[in-house]
């Protein structure tokens, strides 16, 4: 949402409009550097102290057919001087590159919304492969609902790179810098992080770092110069917390919480991990971090990478594996090793549309019964879901000091959605963050024989490293004698052992916070979120209060064990809504759990809910 | 000063579990041969790991006083894999089956060996699977009759040697159980070895496929039908000693020593040829057409998996320094709000 105020006078003879906030969208083909182009707005935006909220939306094909519906890469910002949650629902300016891009984004545009197309992509060839009967530019339509800009692009960009002596394909793939430099001048935004940019991307190829800034340039100008424009743009900084902020993607977040956990409990990263969309960026991130003790093993497959983790963690490293979905799916029969042999360990997931390869560069909360549910025999492991791309790294070692505390493998949940978004986050002090500590047992010599499955308190069991005199043991998937961990196939030991590591598990709710709850402490309404679909639910919630409804919202982090607290607060309402990109998973657990009537709002679309969605179902079940 | 390493037997690698193979099972020699090698090769107990899949040669570890892991059938090779990186400092053995290594872990046993992790990796070969109670596996001969292949088997089968010379491997050598002292000397020469060891033993199943080695294992039969590897020496065999193996172009056959044939025109035996090609045409010898080499086919050194990842450690660590957290959340742009 944004609110204007009086437009004044700008220099270029243009007026200034202040903004509280505005959501962009950068739509082309997938070759047409719509990625970076929205990347670098949004650092540029963040440097220019909004806060910022982003959602990458691109296909699984890496160059699908050039100009095909299917082929469309889009890239969606919101910025704004206010705290915000989510990229935005309507999108207050659309930038076109070519027919398909127009006619897959269009609906989001709102009314009278600014639309900026590349007019020279709209040819007889282009127009047919996006499935329009007629120019949309040339029958008047888009003039009536929209603010339509056409601009010349491309001609406009080979013109400005003109001396730079470029194919024209090589020319070509400067248009999104002309396109950046257009929202550049229109959002009154500084140049000059984007011209460090391709000073240190193009470090080596002089000829195309000068083309690419001019072109940026040449689009700043022909915002400045052109009649099209009435009004430019401007948004004030954010009004966040003191400190130094970085703008992070929840991928980078997660790698460097993974960094700071193993660092904070003195350990070194060990991953073992295979590529798998959305999941990948996280080993690309640790496998540049060496000096830090990392070591990255890109495994042959994702039954070896979570195999890898289990010996790392034997050996006492801080073991982790990434993966999404389908990757779980082949883990999951060492994860129930690795839940037998009570190792410390993180398995990672970065849920994408499923089922099967499903939708692998879209975002789903479907894997959630899954990681609870999902393994042989009685399993239970602790789940923990990040919110946002930030939170990563908070999640990510709160997870770790559950690990070494209790000595058990932790899912954490993160999705597709806040890998790639990105958002601002403050950088803490190194000295706020909290120490994991970790005890091994020293070195036995008086000839007694170790016993591995002695447990303390919590139930856990000693971390016994090789190398420690004394200590030998031997672990393993068949069931074990409670105390020596030797191998027992006695009936009542089988029963205390399945009791006592669920017992384990279910005690991790006395060592994590009380759930807190946004709103009313009883009310008519809850809202119960997880992941990522915070940003929408919260922004929601609070805009319904803002309308008087009774709506409180409260959004787990914990999802196995529950804080204690949760079955109090869900029985302080009389409406339970739960909100999900699934088709009801968390609301399964809580009516299972607490036989609460639960209800839910469930949509697999591949894309995050909209505020309005929310918003309409809270407002129905409040009516 | 120096401290006095105090003198350990086979029994000190031992464990307090009491042994469940079926009596008469080869995997006693096997252990007993391990157990008797330990103590020479300077290694204290707590440094060393086995690690296993599953399958009767998988419950190992348990037998073993040292530090182990029983793993999940056909994933030794990633587990140990894992260890051996985060803990260069320890040795690491696997213990596997035709059936764990070939088939279910097919994939990690080729991954592990090309990637020349140093790990010793000992496959029991049995040619059946014993712990589900006898169906083929990959070794089984064709026409194997077994409870899941009661017509014969029509599963070609694989030699596990080739398998590993074809995955690049740095150390590939042969024996048979009941040969105890060769397999003693191979596990010696396999554990010595840096890099992956792969060893492939020759080992009984009394219930389910008594006598499958029969011929190399029986002591009036073998010496015809096996064939010791000597580095640098002639391939010779037979009771009297008197055939050996010579090349015609390339193809190997059995000729008769004598009558013209002198020792200097057999093959002869180069387990350091950097070309695998000799190592794969010993391993392609099959009884009865050929007799079978034991001993080490194969031992080239090449640097190990994680002795090149960890100098890309220090490497890093020397180029940019010991990483520090405040200089990471750094990375990229950042701007500050008063």
Known sequence: ?623 | MATELPVLTSQDFASDQDVRWCPGCGDYSILAQMKKIMPSLGVPPEKIVFVSGIGCSSRFPYYMNTYGIHGIHGRAPAIATGLKIARPDLHVWVITGDGDALSIGGNHLMHAIRRNVDLNIVMFNNRIYGLTKGQYSPTSPLGKITKSTPMGSVDFPLHPLSIAIGCEATFVARSVDVHIQHLGETLRRAAEHRGTSFVEVYQNCNVFNDGAWEYAADKKMRDDNILELEHGKPLIFGKGRNKGIRLNGTTPEIVELGSGIKEDDLLFHDEKAEEPTHAYLLSRMRHPQFPEPIGVFRAVQRPTYENELNRQVDAAREKRGEGDLAALFQIGDTWTVE
């Not at chain 1, 339509?141 to 003109?162: C, G, H, S, Y």
């Not at chain 1, 979570?306 to 006492?316: E, Y």
């Not at chain 1, 070494?404 to 706020?432: H, K, Q």
């Not at chain 1, 639960?598 to 894309?607: D, F, I, M, R, S």
Request: charged share 20%.
């Open chain 1, 1 to 623: 949402m944004s609110t204007t105020t009086q437009p004044e006078a700008s220099s270029g003879g243009k007026q200034i409009i202040q903004l509280e906030g505005a959501t962009v969208r950068l739509a082309g083909d997938s070759g047409d550097g719509m990625q970076l182009a929205g990347m670098q707005l949004t650092n540029t935006s963040a440097l220019a102290g909004n806060d910022i909220a982003t959602f990458p939306d691109f296909p699984a094909e890496i160059r699908a057919p050039k100009g095909t519906l299917a082929g469309v890469s889009g890239f969606q910002l919101h910025f704004a001087a206010d705290d915000i949650y989510t990229p935005g629902d309507r999108l207050n300016a659309l930038v076109a590159m070519n027919p398909a891009a127009l006619k897959t984004n269009l609906e989001d545009l709102e009314p009278n919304g600014i639309l900026i197309v590349n007019e020279d992509a709209f040819d007889g060839k282009s127009l047919k492969l996006a499935h329009y009967d007629e120019n949309p530019l040339e029958n008047g339509n888009l003039e009536e609902r929209f603010r339509l800009i056409r601009v010349k692009m491309t001609k406009l960009t080979r013109d400005a790179v003109a001396e730079q002596g470029l194919s024209v394909k090589e020319a070509d793939r400067c248009r999104n810098f002309f396109a950046m430099g257009l929202l550049y001048w229109l959002y009154s935004r500084s140049l000059d992080p984007t011209l460090r940019f391709i000073d240190a991307k193009f470090a080596k190829m002089p000829d195309i770092a000068e083309a690419n800034r001019r072109a940026l340039r040449a689009g700043y100008n022909y915002g400045e110069t052109t009649e099209a424009f009435v009004y430019t743009y401007h948004i004030d900084p954010a009004r966040l917390p003191a400190g130094t902020y970085n703008n992070v993607t929840g991928n980078q977040a997660m790698a460097w919480g993974m960094v700071a956990a193993a660092k904070l409990s003195n350990k070194d990263l060990f991953l073992g991990s295979y590529p798998i969309t959305p999941a990948s960026d996280i080993l690309h991130e640790l496998s540049r971090y060496k000096n830090y003790g990392v070591r990255t093993f890109q495994a042959e497959d994702e039954i070896a990478a979570i195999g890898s983790a289990i010996g790392a963690a034997f050996g006492g490293a801080m073991a982790t594996t990434t993966s999404s979905g389908p990757g779980i799916c082949l883990k999951s029969e060492a994860m129930g090793l690795a839940m037998i042999l009570e190792l410390p360990l993180l398995i990672i997931n970065i849920q994408r549309g499923g089922p099967s390869t499903g939708l692998p560069t879209k975002t789903e909360q479907a894997d959630l019964l899954q990681v609870m549910y999902g393994r042989n025999g009685e399993s239970p492991l602790p789940v923990v879901a990040a919110r946002s791309p930030a939170d990563c790294f908070d999640v990510v070692q709160e997870a770790w000091r559950i690990a070494t505390r209790f000595m058990v493998p932790v899912i954490v949940l993160s999705d597709g959605y806040i890998a790639n978004g990105s958002e601002p986050w403050r950088i803490p002090n190194t000295s706020e963050l909290k120490k994991i500590p970790i005890e091994h047992p020293g070195p036995l010599d008086n000839g007694d024989v170790f016993k591995p499955y002695l447990r303390n308190e919590r139930l856990a069991r000693p971390w016994a490293l090789p190398g420690t005199p004394g200590l030998m043991h031997r672990i393993g998937g068949l069931e074990k004698q409670d105390v020596t961990g030797n191998v027992s196939y006695d009936p009542l030991n089988h029963q205390h052992m399945v009791n006592t590591r669920a017992q384990k598990v279910a005690n991790i709710a006395d060592d994590i916070p009380l759930q807190e709850v946004a709103g009313p402490e009883q009310g008519d309404l809850l809202v119960l979120s997880w992941g990522g679909t915070y940003g929408a639910c919260t922004t929601a919630t609070q805009r319904c209060r803002a309308e008087g409804i009774s709506v409180a919202h409260a959004h787990l982090r914990y999802l196995n064990p529950f804080p204690r607290n949760l079955e109090k607060i869900l029985r302080s309402y009389k409406k339970v809504l739960v909100p999900e990109l699934n088709l009801g998973q968390l609301q399964m657990m809580i009516r299972s759990k607490f036989l609460i009537d639960a209800q839910g709002l469930n949509k697999v679309q591949g894309k995050p809910f909209s505020v309005i969605e929310v918003m309409e179902k809270i407002r129905k079940l409040t009516a």
